[in-house]
């Protein structure tokens, strides 16, 4: 028993633990951080509110904060760039498999699936190409012809064969505003079947919901496109029926109704209001832990001292 009692005390030594001043600095941090974030009438009222070993406490903390200039601040991220849908493009791991999708003229084009992660890329390469070739006309004026123009001039460049690539095509259009989330059709290896799938949803967004959501129904029940060498547990897109379109479709305008129907946040000045009482509750409760954090140093520098007199008499 007494060497397994020596090795949990030397294992409990050798845990790194933060010193105080470095709790103490973290907790001062979250003040400081919540109080930035306040306005300015309620950072002014919560300064008023502390106490003065915390309000001493914080000032020691910028100054420091200062003195150690642009490398002691906190850095922050610069704001990552929106992908737009026309933008979109990537590279999809399916195990040991690799696929090339992106997104063109209200469309969504996707390769076949690959065990070379390198000619997957050769694949996306080909739908930049194509993108950057067709994105400076206007997509009503797009048809078959360009597109397959397009890809076969865009595979020459890359030196990639068009059949290899095992395109397949899907009308994909934003729902806005009528849904929250893009509508889409089935994919189909024939690119006209995608582009009048898209030119029928389009049309019908214009119109209003009735026809827009006549149109989505009709699309979803074309025949979707399966490849035969997908690997078995692959998804297998069945086909819809015109019931399980239609609930489709209803179960997505539900949701929407759910969404907007007396579950509103409230008024602009409620949220105002709700948002500067989550901002005072965490200051207050970030002082509190910078309180607990100085009377838990001061009792250990009391501890401190007194052991140390306690050793001196010791010794005398």
Not at 178 to 195: F, H, I, N, P, T
Not at 241 to 268: F, H, L, P, Y
Request: positive net charge.
């Amino acid at each position: 028993m007494a060497p397994m009692s020596k090795v949990a005390v030397s294992a409990s030594a050798a845990k790194p633990t933060k010193r105080p001043s470095q709790a103490l600095d973290w907790v001062l941090g979250r003040l400081y951080r919540a109080l930035q974030r306040a306005p300015r009438e309620l950072r002014h009222k919560n300064l008023q509110r502390l106490t003065p070993r915390v309000q001493a406490a914080l000032l020691v903390f910028m100054e420091s904060m200062n003195s150690k200039g642009a490398s002691g601040a906190p850095k922050r991220r610069a704001p990552t760039p929106r992908r737009t849908p026309q933008a979109a493009g990537s590279i999809i791991s399916l195990g040991r498999l690799y696929r090339a999708q992106g997104y063109l003229l209200n469309m969504r084009i996707i390769t076949a699936a690959v065990p070379e992660r390198q000619l997957a890329k050769s694949f996306q390469r080909v739908l930049q190409l194509t993108r950057e070739a067709l994105v400076v006309r206007e997509a009503s004026q797009v048809d078959e012809a360009m597109i397959v123009e397009a890809f076969a001039s865009a595979c020459l460049e890359e030196g990639t064969d068009l059949q290899a690539m095992g395109l397949a095509f899907r009308a994909e259009v934003s729902g806005r505003p009528y849904l929250k989330r893009d509508v889409w059709g089935r994919y189909s290896q024939d690119v006209s079947q995608a582009l009048l799938d898209r030119n029928k949803l389009l049309r019908a967004k214009a119109e209003g919901w009735d026809a827009f959501r006549t149109a989505w129904i009709s699309v979803l029940q074309a025949p979707c496109f399966v490849r035969s060498s997908a690997p078995r547990g692959w998804a297998r897109h069945p086909h819809h029926s015109a019931d399980e379109a239609e609930a489709i479709v209803d179960t997505a305008a539900r949701q929407v109704a759910r969404d907007t129907s007396g579950t509103k946040r409230g008024s602009k000045k409620q949220r105002l209001l709700r948002d500067e009482g989550a901002m005072d509750a965490r200051i207050c409760r970030a002082a509190r832990l910078v309180e607990r954090k100085l009377a838990a140093q001061e009792r250990q520098v009391r501890k401190t001292v007194k052991a140390a007199r306690a050793a001196r008499a010791g010794r005398r």
